[in-house]
């Protein structure tokens, strides 16, 4: 199964500040169709999982502009331009590009 | 507006077979994909198999053997059995919606199961 490797596990942050987390992939994600199926979730405490970012950089509809995605291959990156309040939970990274979808371990975003 | 709601006993015993349903709304089963993820308290999220919209079904290996889906699409509803089930699977278990593209956009709210005697 692809591993999916994040960190920093914990992320402390003010708000305003710029953060990244990062997601590394045991194998490269790259689909014989052209695509990269690596999306990035955020799970407020208490709630369920969201749908932030899919296909490594696209935007879900309704998130924040603040969120951005990058990366290609087995290197992808989460940046959250300026943290609000509203930001704080656990991220995860999964991939969809070889079965089993495999998440990462996810990354707590909390206050400093 | 599309929905997406498990139910189940919150409540199973060890070595017993959990059943749980997800009611889906606003979308056609024979459209999307439903996929089922787990928790167990305070950790991270378990792909644990997918029914897709044709009724082709996957299953995580480590699963596999113990792990059911099946629907009905005139209720709309997606079924999950898994056998044997032992403590560590006590958790919560989501349903979501898996369109190829933005995998996993919706979400249930998750029902969470205890396995206890």
């Known amino acids: 199964d692809v591993v999916l490797t994040q960190t920093p596990p914990t992320l402390s942050a003010t708000i305003g500040q710029s953060v990244s987390i990062s997601c590394r992939s045991s194998?490269?994600?790259?689909?014989?169709?052209?695509?990269?199926?690596l999306h990035w979730l955020l799970q407020r405490p208490g709630q369920s999982p969201q749908l932030l970012i899919y296909?490594?950089?696209r935007l879900e509809s309704g998130v924040p502009n603040r969120f951005s995605g990058s990366g290609s291959g087995t290197d992808f990156t989460l940046k959250i331009s300026g943290v609000e309040a509203e930001d704080l939970g656990v991220y995860y990274c999964v991939q969809g590009t070889h079965a089993p979808y495999t998440f990462g371990a996810g990354t707590k975003l909390e206050l400093k | 507006q599309v929905q997406l709601k498990e139910s189940g006993p919150g409540l199973v015993q060890p070595s017993q077979t959990l059943s749980l349903t997800c009611t889906v709304s606003g979308f056609s089963l024979t459209s999307y994909n439903v996929h089922w993820v787990r928790q167990p308290p305070g950790k991270g999220l378990e792909w644990m198999g997918r029914?897709?919209?044709?009724?082709?079904?996957s299953y995580n290996s480590a699963l596999k053997s113990r792990l059911s889906i099946s629907r009905d699409t005139s209720k709309n509803q997606v079924f999950l059995k898994m056998n044997s089930l032992q403590t560590d699977d006590t958790g919560t278990y989501y349903c979501t919606r898996g369109p190829p593209i933005t995998t996993f956009d919706y979400w249930g709210q998750g029902v969470m199961v205890t396995v206890s005697s």
């Open positions: 194998q490269s994600l790259l689909h014989s169709n052209g695509n990269t199926y």
């Open positions: 029914m897709r919209y044709n009724g082709d079904t």
């Open positions: 296909l490594v950089s």
